[in-house]
């Protein structure tokens, strides 16, 4: 399966699921990312606007860790410049 094949793939699954969003490639991967793109155009190009409020991307970002390392020098580099 090619990048155009996970395209496709995202903008049929948007009229098949209804608008509900659920992408079944790994989070960041390329193929995720197409799929992610022809449901966007799917819905985009929905003139009817039938399934636009049910779009809910789904993140697995965990919010109740401490911040990460790069987070730390930027408000480091802040704070020294702030004086």
Same mark, same amino acid.
């Given at each position: 399966? /090619?990048?155009?094949?996970?395209?496709?793939?995202?903008?049929?699954?948007?009229?098949?699921?209804?608008?509900?969003?659920? /992408?079944?490639?790994?989070?960041?991967?390329?193929?995720?990312?197409?799929?992610?793109?022809?449901?966007?155009?799917? %819905?985009?190009?929905?003139?009817?606007?039938?399934?636009?409020?049910?779009?809910?991307? &789904?993140?697995?970002?965990?919010? &109740? &860790?401490?911040?990460?390392?790069?987070?730390?020098?930027?408000?480091? %580099?802040?704070?020294?410049?702030?004086?």
């Amino acid at each position: 399966m /090619n990048n155009e094949d996970q395209y496709r793939e995202g903008m049929k699954m948007y009229h098949e699921s209804h608008g509900e969003y659920t /992408n079944p490639y790994p989070s960041g991967s390329p193929e995720y990312n197409q799929f992610e793109r022809g449901w966007m155009q799917a %819905l985009k190009r929905d003139n009817d606007h039938s399934y636009h409020s049910q779009y809910r991307p &789904s993140y697995s970002r965990d919010t &109740s &860790s401490k911040p990460s390392a790069s987070a730390e020098v930027t408000a480091e %580099l802040y704070r020294s410049r702030k004086g």
